[in-house]
């Protein structure tokens, strides 16, 4: 029995060593090295890191906020997809990184509040209090700013869209959706949208609507066809044309009012990964290329 106690309790050990040199591993490969700056919001300390190109000939910078995914955050700051790649485009087209942290509080089951309401605006006033951050300690003028999501984060920007539409100018999000039933969606300005989404994602699933399984303030939760359908009738878009290839089914919805876009791409055999590149272009030049055409100069 002794031996048998023994045994057990040296695998016991081994697991445990097992699981933190891997996560020693995934702390030190995948951790953000960007400074980290705090902002604090009714009282709560509220986190976010921040990337600035260097010597960028451009008088005004816009922001892209990269609103991550998972806990977002609240278990560490993690790298963004393709991070390099998104640091050497902010750097040739003189954009500024804005990466907030989520936080796990009252009324949210992850990191990120959705289907906000007037009771639920802490991460809303968050993303505004991290902006004037930004604006208060940086040198240069400000262009647009546009919001990048990934999963939970793409869900949150659909939150940003109907509650800060006098601020971005347009979103682009991966594998997220947004509520059926929205409890405040009234933007005073139509912000564009792109959004791109794997058919065979097992997560987000493309085809079907789906409960949170404990979050019942945010309700159920759109397909993806839903989702497109419901902002193409927000936007009052009239005219589309699409373009399918043997990965990716491409639909540009457009003459919406105020000048909005609404583009999609379904990744054909796809899942929940974020995408090296679509269609032969890297993923964050596609989404920049897209958020680019999106200024308000050109609404």
């Not at 892209?64 to 902010?90: H, N, R, T």
């Not at 750097?91 to 936080?103: D, M, S, T, Y």
Request: contains cysteine; aromatic residues 14%.
């Amino acid at each position: 029995m002794s031996k048998i106690l023994k045994i057990s309790g040296i695998c016991f050990l081994l697991g445990v060593l097992v699981i933190a040199v891997w996560w020693s591993y995934l702390y030190h490969e995948y951790r953000q090295y960007l400074p980290e700056h705090t902002v604090y919001v009714e009282s709560e300390e509220r986190y976010y890191n921040v990337f600035f190109p260097e010597n960028s000939s451009k008088k005004l910078l816009d922001i892209v906020v990269y609103f991550p995914g998972g806990s977002a955050g609240s278990d560490g700051a993690w790298l963004m997809p393709q991070q390099q790649i998104w640091e050497e485009l902010a750097v040739k087209e003189g954009i500024i990184i804005a990466i907030p942290q989520g936080k796990i509080f009252f009324d949210n089951e992850s990191a990120w509040q959705l289907n906000t309401d007037s009771k639920t605006m802490q991460d809303i006033n968050f993303i505004d209090a991290m902006l004037e951050d930004i604006r208060v300690k940086n040198e240069f003028g400000f262009g647009d700013v546009y919001g990048v999501g990934y999963s939970l984060g793409s869900m949150f920007s659909y939150e940003i869209a109907c509650q800060m539409s006098e601020t971005f100018a347009a979103i682009a999000s991966f594998a997220g959706t947004m509520p059926v039933q929205p409890k405040s969606c009234n933007p005073e300005q139509n912000v564009s949208i792109m959004h791109i989404h794997g058919t065979d994602d097992p997560i987000i699933q493309y085809d079907k609507s789906w409960d949170w399984k404990a979050w019942d303030s945010v309700g159920t939760m759109r397909d993806i066809p839903a989702l497109i359908k419901y902002w193409i009738e927000k936007f009052n878009c009239t005219n589309s044309d699409q373009k399918k290839t043997d990965s990716t089914l491409y639909i540009d919805y457009f003459d919406c009012d105020q000048g909005a876009k609404v583009e999609h791409y379904a990744l054909m055999d796809w899942d929940h990964e974020w995408p090296k590149d679509i269609n032969g272009t890297l993923t964050p030049l596609l989404i920049w290329q897209f958020l680019d055409r999106s200024n308000k100069d050109n609404q």
